[in-house]
């Protein structure tokens, strides 16, 4: 009995303890599993795979296998060099005469340098064809972006030109109210009003019809230049506006916006973006959300 005893005492010793460090540290150990891939991952490595994979394009291959070519020398079966072993050539000899003791005569062949433009003969290369899918790559890439500059470009033209007529379209409007607004006052024609055009139809009182007919000017001018009692004066010159400023027709359509705001605000109290005169400055003040147009649109 005491023999089976030591023997179960044993088995027991030899079985690992549940509570120890060991059991506790494997129990712990979580196989830790890979986060499944995204839509965007997955599409991501499957065009990359499709780029590594992607044959270079055939002005490539054909730059590299002409280079390749080139680079080769001729062997022994060749027909060429065949020849020039019956006339006593061997490998490595050099042919020629040696221009001087730097310039020794040619061992190897002249090189071919192939021509991509349509330059002449002599004119330097301006861009070295592309050698590998790194350069084609490299020149498609400055052709994308050469074409987006130009994209951008043009959009920014056409917005500039959206913006200006827009501008010019207010300064119409602010012109001609500002017009009414003087002539209630009695107000004289100044620089703000609608550019009048000065029609001298009628010359010398002579008929406009005159000038309709095929002729019609030469033979008045004519009359004016031989008819002793035909009086040529200053008169005959076209008028001037009075109050007109040449100045302000020179201006850039926004400086000539806000001068013709600022003078309606200052003078009738009217805001062109309210569409209303208002009573006094302060009722303007208060009642107005400023004089641009940006701060009409929060309203």
Not at 174 to 187: F, I, N, T, V
Request: glycine share 6%.
């Amino acid at each position: 009995m005491s023999g089976l005893g030591s023997a179960s005492h044993e088995v027991e010793d030899e079985e690992d303890d549940y509570m120890s460090s060991s059991i506790l540290e494997e129990a712990t150990k979580v196989p830790v599993k890979s986060k499944p891939k995204t839509y965007s991952e997955k599409r991501r490595d499957q065009l990359l795979k499709q780029q590594l994979n992607q044959p270079a394009p055939l002005r490539v291959r054909e730059q590299e296998a002409r280079n390749q070519g080139l680079n080769k020398t001729i062997d022994e079966s060749n027909k060429g060099f065949q020849m020039l072993a019956k006339l006593g050539y061997t490998k490595g000899m050099s042919l020629g005469v040696a221009d001087s003791l730097l310039q020794p005569a040619r061992t190897d062949p002249i090189p071919i340098v192939l021509k991509n433009d349509r330059l002449g003969i002599g004119a330097p290369t301006a861009k070295r064809p592309a050698s590998s899918l790194e350069d084609a790559d490299n020149e498609e890439g400055d052709n994308q972006k050469t074409q987006s500059k130009t994209r951008d470009e043009f959009r920014t033209l056409k917005n500039q030109e959206f913006i200006n007529r827009h501008i010019s379209s207010l300064v119409k409007r602010a012109r001609l109210s500002c017009e009414q607004l003087d002539a209630k006052l009695g107000k004289l024609r100044n620089k703000f009003w609608v550019k009048e055009k000065v029609k001298n139809d009628d010359i010398d009182g002579r008929n406009p019809q005159e000038f309709d007919s095929i002729g019609g000017v030469k033979e008045v001018y004519s009359r004016v230049a031989y008819e002793p009692d035909v009086a040529t004066s200053d008169d005959d010159e076209p008028e001037e506006v009075e109050g007109v400023d040449e100045d302000f027709d020179g201006l850039e359509p926004s400086q000539q916006l806000e001068q013709i705001i600022e003078y309606l605000r200052a003078t009738h109290f009217y805001c062109i973006f309210c569409g209303d005169v208002f009573a006094n400055q302060d009722d303007l003040a208060q009642n107005c959300p400023g004089p641009s147009e940006a701060e009409h649109e929060d309203m």
